[in-house]
């Protein structure tokens, strides 16, 4: 397979960076009953897509708003475009609602990554907290297709509940053809369930992984990210190799608007990727 | 290879610094034991005179709920410790153990160290810290799970 | 015939009534003239088509929460200092639409807006505004996306700086190092001078845009004794400022005083009313507006001003990250003194005291600062 597309972000020729590009919906699938999965084509058929794990678009529902959504599909995909959202607001819900053939505006990539081309030899734990899964699936692609630079990849994931397992097929498909280790638990079981239940922090302590030679990558609400962080702290990963991504309100992703800003740091292009130890002195801090 | 208890003992980190004597006296308070998938270990409101190292397996901490039926509350895996009820009277079980793949794991005669814990307070400190940073990580992950931080807030 | 263009590093004499001409002169090359004018009870900046709409013998007098215009003694048309507006209302406007964009069943294409805007010639702008305009050329121009809006309606503009030769009851411009003397960043540069029965505007040329515009009015080389008064007249403006802020270390001992009661008290007084960021020349936030019409199938999408101290302002699912009056003006002063520094390497703030003057309880961000460090030094006092 090719080596990681090293894209800068794609040029438009769109003189405002504040106006859209048209995509159209293929498919709008049901991922679990508050989450949907967007399939996007662009209306420019020509148009390539390219994108670094952990980015961001801006999306756009017509009439109703706009919104920051991590991109979750394999970056080695060049013709479509892959979104999962929740429907927890206005635009996410109007979004919901749309069908094959409609068209939405997209703007981006936008944002920083997850390290993708630095990190060759390390083991990679990947720790999603609920719809956090979605921004880190595009970097599990990448590991799963450059595995051999990689000693061990696990995968911890914490879900609400089994009915709210993300992409259950794929992770499924990709433990049984790879070297991939996942574990899985959720805050509340479920008859049949024979699972691990309770949060993801417990099985950061115990995930067979070397903390002197891995990369972390975390991702989920806040507070899922700080109790996981103390734990790999505590096994010993050092801050420099911990990655997390935050969410901030945005309204242009250019850096501009400050909406997004989160202390000095601008969450659309400093982040939604932060290196732990750039931003330890915010990280945690109520309010900021 | 089979593994001494007592290698498997020292090798944990639950138990890592423990003076020497001590971890003696604890390693014959233990037992190998293997229970198949689907057991109770024990009940809600047994006598607790025993607890666990879990050294492979998974067994679901259990609570009677009753329009739900026997409700998972959190599971405890290889490498961690079940059990501290034993620990502060009335001794017995707050919930029920039941197993959800077969599981090998150490058994504690807890009653046996209560008694000894009282004669010697030493023991009984190294012990009972230890006890505590597990509750505190469990009380931690319950408070966590509480939250529903993966649930809808309007 | 016109008389010869002065020499670009000369200074040339122009009498008060000659800035009609100037005004004229800009005119005539296509510019709309915005200039200081009188209306509500202040000194707003607005189109001038004369001298005649300056604010002649005119002058403010500012506090924390108070601004009261007040008759001068003389008639000198610059003599004031700084009004509620900020000139970034004409090349960040309050309100602007981005695109409109139509739907047909669900497909929808996109109008991109045509970025036409007039040339506009500013008249008084102050050493401080001009530190501020800079400022926002970084935010705007100098990231990875530059705002074709802001970039159109700054290439043309023409800027006649003033010099200040009176400080302000809230001005702090010393302080910030942006003032009162523009140094650069204008076309032309005027200095009022009015001492004993002499009333003349010192003009300094900065470009040659300045050079061609000034050409255009017959003036008189200046003599050393007028350069060195208008000198004079700065530096002592100079040493009357109403304010004044230590900014050694300021950066630092914020981040340091996150969780300083200090913010507790100011949050007990502040209203979250927004008057600070609206009258603030380097506050930039913006939102975005989308709406569509009755049919729903025009829509348009417009940027407006924002402040950081609405409810919504860092709204995400669930709820808002800073509710709470306190966290908003730690925002506030923190981004304006201290994040600022590391996002676009300057401070934030200018020192023109517009948003102690416009609070409506006085708030001030010198005095805040000073009460932060003096907690840390009865600190050290203690030991």
């Known amino acids: 397979m090719a080596a990681i597309i090293e894209p800068e972000i794609v040029e438009r020729t769109l003189i405002d960076p504040m106006v859209p590009e048209l995509f159209r919906i293929e498919r709008l699938k049901r991922e679990t009953e508050d989450t949907f999965t967007l399939d996007l084509v662009p209306q420019e058929e020509s148009m390539k897509i390219s994108f670094l794990p ?39 819900k109007a979004m919901g609602r749309l069908k094959p053939g409609d068209s939405i505006g997209i703007r981006g990539p936008y944002g920083s990554h997850w390290p993708v081309t630095e990190e060759d030899g390390r083991d990679f734990v990947v720790i999603a907290g609920g719809i956090g899964l979605a921004p880190l699936r595009p970097v599990l692609y990448h590991l799963m297709a450059q595995r051999e630079k990689y000693k061990k990849v696990v995968l911890l994931y914490g879900a609400r509940t089994p009915e709210e397992i993300l992409y259950k097929r794929q992770l499924e498909r990709w433990r049984g053809k790879f070297d991939l280790e996942v574990q899985v638990t959720v805050d509340r079981g479920a008859s049949g369930w ?29 507070i899922m990210m700080r109790f996981a962080v103390m734990e790999l702290q505590k096994r010993g990963v050092p801050p420099e190799r911990t990655y997390i991504s935050m969410e901030r309100n945005m309204k242009c992703a250019l850096g501009y608007c400050g909406h997004c800003q989160w ?8 982040g939604p990727v932060f290196r732990l130890d750039r931003i330890l002195p915010i990280f945690g801090k109520g309010e900021i | 290879m089979i593994l001494s208890l007592e290698s498997i003992i020292k090798a944990h980190p639950f138990f890592a610094d423990m003076p020497e004597k001590h971890l003696e006296f604890i390693t014959s308070c233990a037992k190998n034991v293997a229970f198949p998938e689907r057991f109770t270990i024990f009940h809600e409101g047994d006598p607790a005179n025993e607890f666990y190292f879990i050294r492979e397996g998974l067994v679901s901490v259990e609570l009677l709920v009753p329009s739900r039926g026997a409700t998972t509350v959190q599971t405890v895996a290889e490498g961690e410790i079940l059990g501290w009820s034993w620990v502060s009277p009335p001794y017995r079980w707050h919930f029920t153990a039941r197993t959800q793949q077969r599981t090998r794991a150490l058994v504690f005669d807890a009653k046996c160290l209560r008694t000894k814990c009282e004669e010697d307070h030493d023991l009984g400190y190294e012990v009972l810290s230890r006890f505590v940073s597990v509750i505190s990580a469990r009380l931690d992950a319950t408070r966590l799970q509480l939250l529903d931080i993966y649930g809808r807030h309007n | 015939m016109p008389p010869k263009a002065p020499r670009c590093n000369g200074h040339v004499l122009l009498s008060p009534s000659q800035i009609g001409l100037l005004i004229e002169a800009l005119k005539r090359h296509g510019y709309e003239v915005i200039g200081p004018t009188i209306r509500d009870g202040a000194i707003l900046y607005d189109q001038v088509s004369s001298v005649e709409d300056l604010p002649k013998g005119w002058t403010d007098e500012q506090e924390g929460g108070r601004y009261k215009l007040k008759r001068r003694s003389d008639d000198a048309l610059f003599g004031y200092t700084v009004g509620p507006h900020a000139w970034k209302k004409f090349l960040f406007p309050a309100s602007a639409r981005l695109w409109k964009a139509q739907r047909t069943n669900g497909h929808f294409r996109i109008l991109p807006e045509e970025q036409k805007s007039p040339k506009l010639a500013f008249l008084g702008v102050r050493a401080c505004e001009l530190h501020a305009i800079g400022i926002q050329d970084k935010v705007f121009l100098q990231g990875t996306f530059a705002d074709p809006s802001y970039k159109s309606r700054r290439t043309d503009i023409f800027v006649a700086a003033v010099n200040c030769a009176q400080a302000g009851g809230t001005c702090f411009c010393d302080s910030m190092g942006t003032g009162p003397k523009a140094n650069s960043g204008y076309d032309l540069s005027l200095t009022e001078v009015l001492h004993d029965s002499q009333h003349f505007v010192l003009a300094h040329v900065g470009t040659k845009a300045g050079a061609e515009i000034l050409g255009e009015i017959p003036t008189q080389p200046a003599g050393e004794a007028e350069i060195a008064l208008a ?75 924002d402040s950081c101290f609405t409810t919504d302002f860092s709204y995400i699912h669930g709820g808002s990250l800073r509710a709470t009056p306190r966290s908003k003006y730690r925002q506030w002063m923190m981004h304006k003194l201290a994040y600022w520094i590391d996002q676009f390497g300057t401070s934030g703030c200018v020192g023109c005291g517009r948003c102690i003057t416009w609070c409506p309880v006085g708030i001030d961000l010198t005095e805040e600062a000073r009460a932060i460090r003096d907690t840390e030094s009865s600190v050290s006092n203690l030991v």
């Open chain 1, 54 to 92: 952990g980015q961001f678009n801006m999306l756009y529902v017509f009439g109703v708003g706009e919104v920051p959504i991590s991109i979750s599909g394999d970056p080695y995909e060049t013709s479509r475009l892959e979104h999962t959202t929740r429907r927890v607001g206005v635009v996410t």
């Open chain 3, 231 to 305: 000198e004079a007249l700065v530096e002592e403006t100079a040493r009357h400022m109403g304010r004044s802020v230590e900014t050694d270390g300021l950066k630092e001992l914020l981040y340091r005083n996150l969780e300083n009661v200090r913010w507790e008290a100011v949050a007990d007084r502040c209203l979250s009313c927004a008057n600070c960021t609206m009258v603030c020349p380097t506050c930039f936030c913006s939102t975005v507006e989308d709406v569509t019409d009755l049919s729903g199938q025009q829509a348009e999408r417009l940027r407006k001003w």
């Open chain 1, 194 to 222: 024979r699972g691990n239940v309770g949060v993801v922090t417990p099985l950061v302590a115990r995930a067979p992984f070397n903390p002197s030679n891995t990369v972390a990558l975390v991702c989920g609400p806040e």
């Open chain 1, 263 to 270: 202390g000095p740091t601008f969450v659309c292009k400093d």
